[in-house]
T-cell receptor, first 117, second 112 residues
Framework: DTGVSQNPRHKITKRGQNVTFRCDPI?????LYWYRQTLGQGPEFLTY????????KSRLLSDRFSAERPKGSFSTLEIQRTEQGDSAMYLC???????????????FGAGSRLTVL | SQELEQSPQSLIVQEGKNLTINCTSS?????LYWYKQKYGEGLIFLMM?????EEKSHEKITAKLDEKKQQSSLHITASQPSHAGIYLC????????????FGSGTKLNVKP
């Protein structure tokens, strides 16, 4: 296994277009996270999956954003009708936590950078 | 909601100098994670601390979680240009500790 893979690495699009990002987690990890990061800020939590179930969703995730994880494997993050404010790095991470308050080390992908013109 | 505040926001040090980055939580921490991010790339896991007073080291980087479990410090000894990057502390939050969130990061530059 080569870690968490994200595609595409870079995406430039025009305002109003739809974009989709894909994340392939580490195969044995049942947890998957999406984050958004803008310049000079830490990653902001967007959503979280345990297997195929989307268990948490941030208020940052407007109606234009949707995430799926069919069959509990790869995940997609779609942004509809993109706006310039959507320009950011979109990070995916996966983990396999042990116990209720046990270790939850997230392994991150390299990110997908979105530029909306 | 719980917040993580990091200080300083940015740091420039001369190669060979020691430095410390702090992460303070508004609530008790049940696990504190340190990550490093090179500019424009993903995050690399450094260390995790769970017990009050716990201290861990990896090469020249040492992290400690204070006894009250609301603050952590990351100390780099004899800094090198390879230490440059953004250091982020992270923690679990929410029902069943599902949500993993981060501080705003500390940007470190090391001058050769």
């Amino acid at each position: 296994d080569t870690g968490v893979s994200q595609n595409p690495r870079h995406k430039i699009t025009k305002r109003g277009q739809n974009v989709t990002f894909r994340c392939d987690p580490i195969s044995e990890h049942n947890r998957l996270y999406w984050y958004r990061q803008t310049l000079g800020q830490g990653p902001e939590f967007l959503t979280y999956f345990q297997n195929e179930a989307q268990l948490e969703k941030s208020r940052l995730l407007s109606d234009r954003f949707s995430a799926e994880r069919p069959k509990g494997s790869f995940s997609t993050l779609e942004i509809q009708r993109t706006e310039q404010g959507d320009s950011a790095m979109y990070l995916c991470a996966s983990s396999s936590r042990t116990g209720l308050a046990g270790a939850n080390v997230l392994t991150f992908g390299a990110g997908s950078r979105l530029t909306v013109l | 909601s719980q917040e993580l505040e990091q200080s300083p926001q940015s740091l420039i040090v001369q190669e060979g100098k020691n430095l410390t980055i702090n992460c303070t939580s508004s609530k008790t921490l049940y696990g504190l994670y340190w990550y490093k991010q090179k500019y424009g790339e993903g995050l690399i896991f450094l260390m995790m601390l769970q017990k009050g007073g716990e201290e861990k080291s990896h090469e020249k980087i040492t992290a400690k979680l204070d006894e009250k479990k609301q603050q952590s410090s990351l100390h780099i000894t004899a800094s090198q240009p390879s230490h440059a990057g953004i250091y982020l502390c992270g923690a679990l939050q929410g029902y069943n500790f599902n949500k993993f969130y981060f501080g705003s990061g500390t940007k470190l530059n090391v001058k050769p």
